[in-house]
C-alpha cells in the first residue's frame, strides 16, 4: 500500500524540491570534537590544580580520561607526565596510591595499553612511588610485575626504572624473583647497549642485597658479571663490583663467588683511581674475610699477600680495613691463620701498612698464637713482628711482655732454615728498637745464638751477626754479651767468603765498640789486623762498617791511644772522596773522633784532610757538614793542627756555610760550626782569622739566637773580639771566655 502524500509545507520546500544527495554520521563528526574538547579539559585541569596537593576527585577525572576510548594519546600523556611529576612528592604519591588501592584495574589497563609512551610513563610513575617507603606495599599489591617483565624494547628503560625503584626493598626484590624478572637479566648483561649492562647489575645488586636469589640462578648471573670487570668502561666495572658486593653479603653469594674465580680480578681493582671501584672491591674483601666459607677467608688473605710481596706502591692500604683480616688469626684452620699472617706480614712492610695493622690491635691476637708449634705460623709471626718492629716503636712494650717466648724459639733445633731464619731476623730487629729491654735475654740464650754464627747456612750468620750487633746496642746487655766472647768468632767471619757475612760482622763489631769495654774486646780479637783490606774491599757497606768501627775505638780513652798507630789515615782520608755519600759520612765520623787525640789530629792534618774540608762543607748530607764542622772543632783544640785550619783560610767556609743555616732543622750543624768557629778562635791567629771573615753584625745576630748552645760559643768569639778591641768590653766576659776556651762539646 502506498504511503499517502504528505501536505507540502513552507518550512520544507527547499529539501523537498531538492534531490536527497551525500549524508554523514553526526555521530563520526562529533569524535574528533570531543577529543579535542577532553584535550582542553584536561589541560585547564591541570593548569587549575599546579601548586596544590592532589586531590582525589582530580585523580577521578584524569583516570576517566586516561581510560576513555575516545581520547587523544597526547591527551593521556599530557596527563601521566603530570602523575609521574606528581609521584616524586610524598604527598602527593600517597593520594595516588590510595586511589589505586580502590581502582587497582587501571594500571593494568595503561601496561597493556598499544601506545609505548604510555607504558613507559606508567612505569615511571610506579618507579616513583615505589621510592616512598610508605608506598612501596601498594605498589606491590597491584601485582604489576608480572606485566613489567615482557614489556618491549620500546619502553626498556621506563621498566628498568621501576624494577630498580622495587629492587631496593626486600618485599620488591621478592616479587621480581617471583614475576621471573631475573631470567631476563643474563641477556642485559650481555646487551651491546652500555646502559642495559650497567642498570641489569644494579639491580642484581639490589636484589642480592637481600638474599632472596635462588642458588642456580645467582650461579648464572655471576658468570656473566664477573666477565664485566674487564669491561673497558669504568661505570659498567663499578657496578658489576657493586653487584659482587651485595652478593658476597650472603653464604650462597660466597659460594658461587668463589666457584667464578672472582679473586683473579681483584688485585688490578685495587689500584684503580675511581673511588667507587675502590670501595666495592674493599666491601667485597671484607665480605669474604667475614665470611663462614674457609675457602674464601684463606684464598682472600693469600691474595692480599701475594699483591703486596711485590715491591709496589700501595696506596689502598690507608684505606683497606684489616680487622677482618686479623680476625682470621682466631681460626681453628691452621690454613687460614697461615694465610692471614702471611697477608699481614707483607701488608705490614709498606708505609702506613705496619701502623694500620696495629691499630687493629694485632698484639694482642699474636700473643695467644707464640705457643704454637707450627712452624709455619712462626715463621710469618716472626716475618710480621720484624716488619712491626722495623715501622713502629709501638711494639715494644709488647715485646717487653713476651720476650721470653720469642727467644725460646731460638732454643730449639733448626729443623727448617728458613723458618730459623726469619726467627733470627725477628728477633734481630727488634732488638735494633731503641729503648726495648729484652728481659729473657741470658747466658744460655746467648751462648745459643753464639752457636748459630758456626752454622753453615751463610743467611743464619748473617741474620746472627746483626742480631748480635743490635743486642749489643743496648747498655744494659753489653756485658752479658761480652762474656760469651763473641768477638774471636766475629773477627773469624771477616774472612768468609760471602760478602753480606763479612759486612754483618763488621757492623756487630762496630756496635759492640760503642761501649769501652766492648771496643777493648775487640781490640784484643785483633780486628784492627783486618782494617786495611776491609777499607779496601769495594762493598761499600764493609767501608761504612769499618769506619763506624773505627770512630767508635776512638771515643774511649781505654782503646783510642791504643790504636792510633794501627789506623791506615791515608785510607780513610781517601773515602772522603767515595762516590758513595754514606761511605764518605761515616769516614768524616771516624776522622772527628780520632781527632779528638793530639797525635790522631796530627796525622790526619799531615794527610791533607784540609783540603777536603770545602767539599765536605758543600754536601747535601746534614749529618756530613755538622760531623766535618765537629772535626775541625776538635782539630782547633790542637796547637799545631790549629795553624793549618788558619793557613788553609777554612774560617771564611765555614762562617759562609753558617750564614746559610736559616731553618730549625739545620740547628745541629749551626752547632757544630760554632763550636769548631770558637775553638779556632781561642788561638790568637784563629781569633784573628774568624772575626776578620765575620761581620760584627753577624755576630750580635748570633748572639741573640735562640739557641742556648750556639749562644754559648758565639760568648767566645765576643769574648775574643773585646781582647782584639773589636767590640767594647762587658764585665765578666773575659772570665767567661776564659772557662770556655778550647772546650770540648759533652753531647760528643
Known sequence: MDRPATPHSTHSWWSDSNSTGATISLHAAAKPLMKLMYDQQARGLIKRDRGTPLSRTSLEIYSSYLTYKHIFSRTRTLILRELDGRATL??????????????????????????????????????????????????????????????????????????????????????????????????????????????????????????????????????????????????????????????????????????????????????????????????????????????????????????????????????????????????????????????????????????????????????????????????????????????????????????????????????????????????????????????????????????????????????TCDMVGNLASHRSLCSAILESKPCPKLVALLSHEVAGVRQSAAHAMACICRWPEGAEAVVDATALNHVQDMLDLPDSDMRISTCDMLGNMACHRSTGLAILQLIPYRKIVSLLSDQNPRVCRSAVYALWKISGWVHGAEAIVDRCVLTAVPRLLRSTDRETRKWTCEMLGELARHKSPSYALVETKLCKKIISMLMTLQSDSDISVRRAASYALANISCWPEGAAAVLDAL?????????????????????????????????????????????????RRKEN
Not at 748570633?702 to 768569639?717: A, G
Open 90 to 463: 610524598e604527598a602527593d604519591a600517597r593520594s595516588m596510591a590510595d586511589f589505586l588501592t580502590s581502582n587497582p584495574h587501571l594500571v593494568a589497563e595503561l601496561l597493556e595499553c598499544s601506545d609505548s609512551e604510555v607504558r613507559g610513563l606508567t612505569c615511571m610513575i610506579l618507579g616513583h612511588l615505589a621510592r616512598h617507603n610508605s608506598i612501596m606495599v601498594t605498589v606491590l599489591a597491584l601485582d604489576c610485575c608480572v606485566q613489567i617483565v615482557p614489556l618491549d624494547v620500546r619502553v626498556r628503560w621506563s621498566a628498568i626504572h621501576a624494577i630498580l625503584a622495587l629492587s631496593s626493598w626486600k618485599d620488591g626484590s621478592r616479587a621480581i624473583v617471583s614475576a621471573s624478572l631475573l631470567d631476563e637479566l643474563p641477556h642485559l648483561l650481555e646487551s651491546s647497549d652500555t646502559s642495559a649492562r650497567k642498570w641489569a647489575c644494579t639491580i642484581v645488586g639490589n636484589v642480592a642485597s637481600h638474599q632472596v636469589i635462588p642458588a642456580v640462578l645467582l650461579a648464572t648471573l655471576c658468570v656473566r658479571i664477573v666477565s664485566l670487570l674487564s669491561d673497558k668502561d669504568v661505570d659498567i666495572v663499578g657496578s658489576a663490583l657493586y653487584a659482587l658486593s651485595q652478593i658476597t653479603s650472603g653464604s650462597d653469594g660466597i659460594q658461587v663467588v668463589m666457584m667464578v674465580n672472582v679473586l683473579e680480578y681483584i688485585p688490578g681493582l685495587l689500584f684503580s683511581q675511581d673511588a667507587t671501584v675502590k670501595t666495592s672491591v674493599f666491601r667485597i674483601i671484607q665480605n669474604l674475610l667475614l665470611s663462614s666459607n674457609p675457602s674464601a677467608k684463606k684464598g682472600t688473605c693469600e691474595m692480599l699477600g701475594n699483591i703486596t710481596s711485590s715491591n709496589h706502591d700501595y696506596p689502598f692500604l690507608a684505606l683497606l680495613d684489616l680487622k677482618p683480616c686479623v680476625s682470621c688469626l682466631g681460626e681453628k684452620d691452621a690454613t687460614i691463620r697461615r694465610a692471614a699472617l702471611y697477608a699481614l706480614a707483607n701488608i705490614s712492610r709498606w708505609p702506613g701498612g705496619a701502623e694500620a695493622t696495629l691499630d687493629t690491635n694485632v698484639l694482642d691476637k699474636l700473643t695467644g698464637l707464640l705457643d704454637l708449634d707450627d712452624t709455619a705460623t712462626q715463621k710469618w709471626m716472626c716475618t710480621l713482628l720484624a716488619n712491626l718492629a722495623l715501622k713502629c716503636t709501638l711494639i715494644s712494650s709488647w715485646t717487653v711482655d713476651n720476650t721470653s717466648e720469642l727467644v725460646s724459639y731460638l732454643r730449639t733445633d733448626p729443623q727448617d732454615v728458613n723458618v730459623h731464619r726469619t726467627k733470627i731476623y725477628a728477633l734481630s730487629t727488634i732488638a735494633s728498637v731503641p729503648n726495648v729491654p729484652l728481659n729473657a735475654v741470658d747466658a744460655n740464650m746467648l751462648n745459643r745464638m753464639l752457636d748459630l754464627l758456626d752454622f753453615p747456612d751463610p743467611k743464619i750468620k748473617l741474620q
Open 695 to 743: 761581620p760584627l753584625d753577624r755576630v750580635k745576630k748570633l748572639l741573640n739566637c735562640s739557641d742556648s748552645e750556639t749562644k754559648r760559643w758565639m760568648n767566645i768569639l765576643e769574648a775574643k773580639a773585646q781582647e782584639r778591641e773589636y767590640l767594647k768590653p762587658k764585665p765578666g766576659s773575659g772570665k767567661m771566655a776564659r772557662y770556655l776556651c778550647c772546650g
